[in-house]
T-cell receptor
Framework: GNSVTQMEGPVTLSEEAFLTINCTYTATGYPSLFWYVQYPGEGLQLLLKATKADDKGSNKGFEATYRKETTSFHLEKGSVQVSDSAVYFCALNPDNYGQNFVFGPGTRLSVLP | EAQVTQNPRYLITVTGKKLTVTCSQNMNHEYMSWYRQDPGLGLRQIYY???????DKGDVPEGYKVSRKEKRNFPLILESPSPNQTSLYFC??????????????FGSGTRLTVV
């Protein structure tokens, strides 16, 4: 079946540190891949996405590259800020019908000043 | 503003007392879905709907009901809530032409406590 695995949290970093949150997936066919962010007390917001192999999604300084050979979609940011503290979810959409999104368990990031 | 609106944001209820959580979207999306979020388990799909009058079970449908009589609304019904349904609930919507590229739009969540 389809699944998403993320690195265990919480992740605690100092401001301006480099961030990597690992995400690997299992899916048939050619899924779209997403990173969502959930700030405290809010719903999930789409952070970035990639729809085919070797695509790089980017937004707000975050990047992730769709690696089909390693079935990975790792999230990176060169210099985190306190305002990046949130829970990050990796997700995939395995088909063209939209209802079968599969989410990872989420990784909580805390950035200290 | 394009959005998914859930109500209420917070709800405390007693075991067995029927409740409804409403969800409405203003984007004319065909797809709507309910998720629950629990610590360590991420998001799990409860029910989804591909269009009006078309609904189907997700991964954890037991104890829940839904209906889709209008395109914009997708209420979640708990006929007899139990404490194990204490959770954070999210409604989400999307459209067939946009879901692969743009994913779901989520509501702000409903935190439900059943005592």
């Amino acid at each position: 079946g389809n699944s998403v695995t993320q690195m265990e949290g919480p992740v605690t970093l100092s401001e301006e540190a480099f961030l990597t949150i690992n995400c690997t997936y299992t899916a048939t066919g050619y899924p779209s891949l997403f990173w969502y962010v959930q700030y405290p007390g809010e719903g999930l917001q789409l952070l970035l996405k990639a729809t085919k192999a070797d695509d790089k999604g980017s937004n707000k300084g975050f990047e992730a590259t769709y690696r089909k050979e390693t079935t990975s979609f790792h999230l990176e940011k060169g210099s985190v800020q306190v305002s990046d503290s949130a829970v990050y979810f990796c997700a995939l959409n395995p088909d063209n019908y939209g209802q079968n999104f599969v989410f990872g368990p989420g990784t909580r990031l805390s950035v200290l000043p | 503003e394009a959005q998914v609106t859930q109500n209420p944001r917070y709800l405390i209820t007693v075991t067995g007392k029927k409740l409804t959580v409403t969800c409405s979207q203003n984007m004319n999306h065909e797809y709507m879905s309910w998720y629950r979020q629990d610590p360590g388990l991420g998001l799990r799909q409860i029910y989804y709907s591909m269009n009006v009058e078309v609904t189907d079970k997700g991964d954890v449908p037991e104890g829940y009901k839904v209906s889709r009589k209008e395109k914009r609304n997708f209420p979640l019904i708990l006929e007899s809530p139990s404490p194990n349904q204490t959770s954070l609930y999210f409604c989400a919507s999307s459209s067939p032409s946009r879901s692969r590229a743009y994913g779901y739009t989520f509501g702000s969540g409903t935190r439900l406590t059943v005592v």
